[in-house]
């Protein structure tokens, strides 16, 4: 099994949920697949989805929620096959 890394494409802040009361797009652990949108860096207002290009398990997220990141941050680690 394979390890990829999901970055960031935006400076900006990430977030894991798409508003504070709704849960996390997906948790550490949990299967995705291509397209699963795994969080949003928001740039001025200007919410982006970040999303999985390929499928697999969502081992950790590499920054906190609401963390400050750059382009190419590494945002999460997934197992593929």
């Given at each position: 099994?394979a390890?990829?890394?999901?970055?960031?494409?935006?400076?900006?802040?990430?977030?894991?949920?798409?508003?504070?009361?709704?849960?996390?797009?997906?948790?550490?652990g949990?299967?995705?697949?291509?397209?699963?949108?795994?969080?949003?860096?928001?740039?001025?207002?200007?919410?982006?989805?970040?999303?999985?290009?390929?499928?697999?398990?969502?081992?950790?997220?590499?920054?906190?929620?609401?963390?400050?990141?750059?382009?190419?941050?590494?945002?999460?680690?997934?197992?593929?096959?």
């Amino acid at each position: 099994m394979a390890q990829i890394t999901i970055c960031s494409h935006l400076p900006g802040t990430f977030y894991r949920k798409p508003s504070p009361d709704a849960p996390n797009f997906v948790e550490e652990g949990q299967a995705i697949t291509p397209g699963t949108v795994i969080g949003l860096v928001e740039v001025m207002k200007m919410y982006s989805e970040v999303v999985a290009e390929e499928a697999g398990t969502l081992v950790r997220f590499e920054v906190a929620a609401e963390a400050t990141v750059e382009p190419g941050d590494v945002l999460a680690i997934l197992d593929v096959e």
